[in-house]
């Protein structure tokens, strides 16, 4: 099944059909998913607790471990999603099975882009406040990209706190949704590999060479960070 993108997201890339055995068999244990309700749900599940004890006005703390729980539930309860209805190109699961806001996730390089046959390691660290705010993604694999900082840390707007860009670069609906799920993060990721956007940079030299070089220098780099990434993804 093809992955489904959301209207909002500028590009789409459909991942190699079939990613190799080996990444099925190394991918972290429980693979999961976060869709789930967005904050309208949110708010009616806070505003039916506060409903039922009218009376007893709730402390921030008491707040926080009911909105804690809720967001747990909504991580923890949708475990079997991409094992229902898998997405190709990517794996995803916890990096500690006590800790449901960080994952680990492979990314399997896109065909016919430089990064082709690359597995890439990532993680995820969700905020407590998810989905409200963004998660972080950060490549644990070496990886040369303009819009990857070279400590690995993903910059793309999908993943830049909601609201306005005080730049004035990017549109609202190009930030953070608390509708976005792991899926169409790691869509929009995919996406990147296979498309980079050189104007906004986070590393800027590989921005640079990406621009003037794109089939020397470039090219030799994700090339060594793609064999790099081969010798590396099982470990």
């Known amino acids: 099944m093809p992955p489904h993108v959301l209207p909002d997201l500028k590009r789409n890339v459909h991942p190699r059909p079939g990613a190799p055995a080996a990444v099925a068999a190394a991918a972290p244990r429980g693979v999961l998913a976060a869709p789930g309700p967005g904050p309208r749900v949110l708010r009616s599940a806070l505003g039916a607790r506060a409903c039922r004890t ?9 707040c926080f471990n009911h909105l804690d729980g809720f967001l747990r539930k909504r991580l923890s309860g949708t475990a079997g999603e991409l094992n229902k209805n898998p997405v190709e190109g990517f794996s995803a699961g916890l990096i500690d099975d006590n800790d449901l806001y960080r994952w680990e996730v492979l990314i399997i390089g896109p065909p016919d882009t430089l990064y082709e046959g690359g597995v890439f390691k990532a993680h ?3 905020p407590k406040d998810y989905p409200l705010r963004p998660p972080k993604m950060k ?4 990886i040369w990209h303009p819009n990857v900082d070279k400590n690995g840390d993903v910059c793309i707007s999908i993943l830049h706190e909601p609201g306005e860009d005080k730049y ?4 609202p609906e190009e930030r953070w949704l608390p509708i976005h799920t792991v899926e169409t993060i ?3 990721v995919i996406s990147m590999l296979a498309d980079p956007n050189g104007d906004s940079p986070a590393n800027v030299d590989a921005a640079k ?12 780099k994700v090339a060594r960070c793609v064999r790099k990434s081969q010798e590396t993804a099982f470990e």
């Open 209 to 220: 060479e990406w621009r003037e070089d794109r089939n020397g220098e470039f090219k030799r």
């Open 139 to 142: 490549f644990i694999t070496e």
């Open 124 to 126: 995820l660290t969700f």
């Open 54 to 62: 009218p009376a007893r006005p709730h402390s921030s703390s008491c």
């Open 168 to 171: 004035g670069y990017e549109k």
């Open 186 to 188: 790691m869509i929009s």
